[in-house]
């Protein structure tokens, strides 16, 4: 099996993006209920359901190529089904994020600021442990004997 740096690479790029929208999220639920900035609104409105799809593409194709090399059996279809059960969870989340801040944007928002607030914390909070589970598995897969140690970076930590 050929190793998938650039796989490797591109996620922990994209996780690095969705942290940063995640610190940009709590710091929107941390001014509430003083007005939004419609500019971040509609840029995270805009590309947050994008970024997560791509990192969603990226955790699966390197769990489907990698799981193998540090699980086998029932532990690797257990980790596969809880960690696609996340990526639902989380997806469902940022599409209810969007359109709060499409209904932010446009005025119109309907909810209570408390109830924003919730929802924007409640999303974050669980990418971030996403995230985190995510980078986990792949500590263990540099660390596994064998070829998956081959992608990692020698100058670059992981995190």
Do not use: K
Request: negative net charge.
């Amino acid at each position: 099996m050929t190793c998938p740096t650039p796989a490797f690479h591109e996620l922990e790029a994209r996780y690095g993006e969705l942290l940063s929208w995640c610190d940009l999220l709590e710091a929107i639920a941390d001014f509430l209920p003083c007005r939004v900035n419609d500019r971040l609104c509609g840029m995270v409105a805009d590309g947050l359901l994008p970024l997560l799809l791509t990192s969603h593409r990226l955790e699966e194709q390197i769990g489907s190529d990698w799981l193998g090399a540090i699980m086998s059996g029932s532990e690797r279809s257990e980790t596969e089904d809880h960690l696609e059960a996340g990526r639902l969870v989380n997806l469902e989340s940022a599409q209810d994020v969007v359109e709060v801040l499409q209904a932010l944007h446009g005025g119109r928002g309907s909810l209570s600021f408390d109830a924003v607030n919730y929802l924007l914390r409640s999303f974050f909070y669980g990418l971030r442990r996403h995230i985190a589970a995510q980078r986990r598995i792949i500590r263990r897969i540099d660390a596994a004997p064998g070829p998956s140690s081959a992608w990692r970076d020698p100058d670059r930590p992981m995190v």
